[in-house]
């Protein structure tokens, strides 16, 4: 049994996610995560934007600090550059990091900051009642596309290494011991780091897409997930409907509050 | 020994003015976004910031460098980001959770002519509502002003005073004129500016609760990273800063949050006042056209009219108290403004109708003359 | 050493949170050993016995409402 009482805010449960909702199962795999990583909580800064993945905050016992929609990575830049030794982790959803906050997504990748921001993928608008997102398929229903959706989705991951990012890994809530490793290395790596979480919403999306049933939507999860090592043996044609899973991009770059440091020490020793 | 010609006194335009009084003041964080006629406040910031170990970061758009002040701000860093008329709309949503979580940040405005991108080069007065009532929902404001190099010097080091004190963004409203005039400053000497810095908890972690009720309505938040954790959010909160639903707490919270500007009122508003004591006419302006009307009271004076100046270089919380004394010793107001009577409607309500408010507005991008007050004066005689 | 082998011959302890519990069915559909059931729209504990500690359920239970020990 792992002891989660330590790092909730039990106060606050239970907590306000749907019947099935994946995103209590990422917030577990996250404690564990800082639990393994033995970071002080006092050090620790949680910054989210607005969505159902954003109200995560209110249940961690760390600094927390819940912002306006599509802010979160400004926010946390804010706080990582005023104080570089806190651990900041961004916690944010397809649509806020995406479609209203993309702009500053793909501006913290390039800076390669050290966030580590987790991207609760659930295709979906889930807190306002299932609109469609730009991580929808095409030809999904959403409440904004009652015919299904007409527009392409985007590869949030493919998206944050074109943009720059140093650590880029996609992961799922079916594979939870596996998120857990993945936002482990997220958290340890030095740099702009996305973990990009498919997290099922039963309650706007299934009902929708003919997957009502939050174990519907798991074994879904379990059956379109392919693992990195396994997605490089398959032909186009097996990859189609396919994800892949695992770590993506892992690389060593300049991180940004290091090279600011470095300018300030510089500055000094000219004095 | 002779005192060495002071170097303390410099030429400086009013966004460098506006940098230096930072610096001053103790900002350590300054994030922003380009925009005429404020850029060169950045540019001075990124120069000298971080020869004092501070953080300057140009963000990739206004919205995100409001984010990050507000970030910063958290973790115990004084904060500020300076930008224009378009930029100060983007902000707007932001300011406002700064405003709703208490959070202390300082947003220089250089006014330039609007609506839309309309007159990046030129001076204008039109978001003096704005900053008023720019973002949505119920608050108290802070927003001060400056007509000259110096002013915006020490204007800037009390908007981080007052928003140290009350725990809140304070918005600092300059127009271009002032911004780019190059003129006399003279710096205090460092040791003698009063700073005020934020209250820190005394409690222990396990006591301490971030929105807890206090005798001056003031919360008093921890700094991030200091064994205080708890949560921050622009969602209707309870003491614990966690979202709350009960329409009492509620009540209690956006009631206090525009309280806690009413019930200090006389700490924050302040007018400079000249030659009002016999007045027949009493001119009201603020920012560059304060200058104008100075020189108009002395034109009128010498002409034989008794006018005298209200200039208040606290524009929120209006100083209605003192316009109404104001209202009771003149026959007329002449508001002169750089928009189409912003202030003019304040005032109107301000003085209870007891004197006629006569308006005096320009909207072309050009400065209003000594010459154009002296005229209206005289109409309203 | 023999400690550990006892402690594990020993029946897991399931525990439900049953007012955190939302009754999602995961836990009852990925048990490999048909542990759980559901009972008035949550969990029930049906066969301890059969439960072999995969932790499974914990791992995935999105509402912290059942643990194994």
């Known amino acids: 049994m792992f002891d989660y009482l330590r790092y909730i805010r039990e106060r606050n449960f239970p907590h306000i996610w749907c019947s099935g909702c994946g995103d209590g199962i990422v917030l577990k795999a996250l404690i564990r995560a800082v639990d393994k990583l033995g970071i002080s909580r006092d050090e620790m800064v949680m910054v989210s934007g607005i969505g159902c993945s954003s109200r995560t905050p209110g249940y961690v016992d760390i600094n927390t600090l819940h912002t306006t929609h599509g802010r979160a990575i400004p926010f946390a830049t804010g706080v990582k550059l005023a104080n570089p030794k806190l651990h900041v982790i961004v916690v944010t959803g397809d649509g806020d990091a995406t479609a209203i906050g993309g702009n500053h997504y793909i501006h913290a990748a390039r800076r390669n900051i050290d966030l580590t921001v987790l991207l609760y993928n659930n295709y979906i608008y889930g807190m306002t009642g299932g609109q469609v997102s730009p991580t929808t398929p095409r030809g999904k229903r959403a409440s904004t596309a009652p015919f299904g959706n007409q527009e392409p989705a985007f590869n949030i991951s493919d998206l944050a290494e074109a943009a720059g990012a140093s650590f880029v890994a996609r992961g799922d809530v079916y594979h939870a011991q596996k998120l857990e490793k993945l936002i482990v290395k997220a958290v340890q790596k030095k740099g702009f780091s996305v973990v990009e979480i498919l997290s099922p919403c039963p309650t706007a999306y299934g009902r929708r897409n003919r997957m009502a049933h939050p174990v519907k939507m798991m074994e879904w999860l379990r059956d379109q997930t392919v693992p990195v090592a396994k997605w490089e043996r398959l032909s186009p044609e097996e990859r189609e409907g396919k994800v892949r899973t695992g770590i993506i991009v892992d690389v060593d770059k300049v991180e940004y509050t290091e090279t600011n440091d470095k300018l300030i020490e510089s500055l000094k020793a000219d004095k | 020994m002779k005192k060495k010609r002071a170097d303390n006194i410099c030429m400086m335009q009013g966004n460098q003015a506006c940098a230096r009084g930072a610096m001053m003041a103790g900002c350590r964080f300054f994030a922003g976004y380009p925009i005429t006629p404020s850029s060169e406040i950045a540019e001075n910031l990124a120069l000298s910031m971080p020869a004092v170990g501070g953080r300057f970061i140009q963000m990739e758009d206004e919205i995100g460098a409001m984010g990050a002040v507000i970030g910063a701000s958290l973790t115990g860093l004084k904060s500020m980001t300076a930008t224009s008329g378009p930029g100060f709309s983007l902000k707007q949503e932001n300011i406002g959770y700064a405003a709703m979580a208490e959070v202390p940040c300082v947003v220089v405005n250089v006014q330039r002519g609007g609506p839309s991108t309309g007159m990046p080069t030129f001076p204008a007065q039109m978001d003096v509502q704005q900053a008023r009532w720019g973002s949505h929902g119920d608050r108290g404001v802070i927003a001060l002003s400056a007509s000259s190099a110096q002013e915006t010097f020490e204007q800037t080091i009390r908007a981080f005073n007052l928003s140290e004190k009350y725990m809140m963004p304070v918005i600092l409203l300059v127009d271009e004129v002032v911004a780019h005039s190059t003129e006399k400053v003279v710096l205090p000497d460092p040791g003698g500016i009063e700073l005020f810095n934020r209250k820190q908890p005394t409690e222990s972690p396990g006591e301490y609760l971030p929105y807890r009720e206090t005798d001056d309505g003031i919360p008093v938040l921890a700094r991030f990273g200091t064994g205080y954790r708890y949560n921050v959010t622009g969602l209707c909160h309870d003491e614990t800063g966690f979202p709350t639903n009960n329409p009492e707490k509620i009540e209690k919270l956006i009631r206090r949050l525009t309280d806690k500007i009413e019930r200090h009122r006389k700490d924050i508003t302040h007018c400079h006042k000249i030659m009002l004591e016999d007045a027949d006419v009493a001119i009201f302006a603020y920012g560059s056209v304060a200058r104008s009307a100075r020189r108009a009271v002395f034109l009128c004076r010498e002409a034989g009219i008794k006018a005298g100046l209200i200039e208040p270089t606290v524009l929120w919380p209006f100083p209605s108290d003192e316009v109404l004394e104001t209202a009771e010793g003149v026959k007329a107001f002449v508001v002169a403004e750089m928009n189409l009577g912003q202030m003019a409607r304040e005032v109107e309500l301000a003085s209870k109708c007891r004197v006629e408010v006569h308006r005096l507005n320009r909207v072309d991008g050009r400065l209003i003359t000594p010459q154009q007050v002296v005229e209206k004066v005289r109409e309203a005689l | ?69």
């Open chain 3, 1 to 69: 050493m023999a400690e550990e082998q006892s402690a594990a011959k020993k029946p897991a302890v399931i525990r439900v949170k049953l007012e955190w519990c939302k009754g999602c069915e995961i836990c009852v559909a990925f048990c490999p050993r048909n542990v759980l059931e559901m009972e008035g729209g949550k969990v029930k504990v049906a066969r301890p016995e059969d439960c072999t500690r995969c932790m499974l359920c914990e791992l995935r239970c999105p509402d912290f409402a059942i643990t194994v020990e």
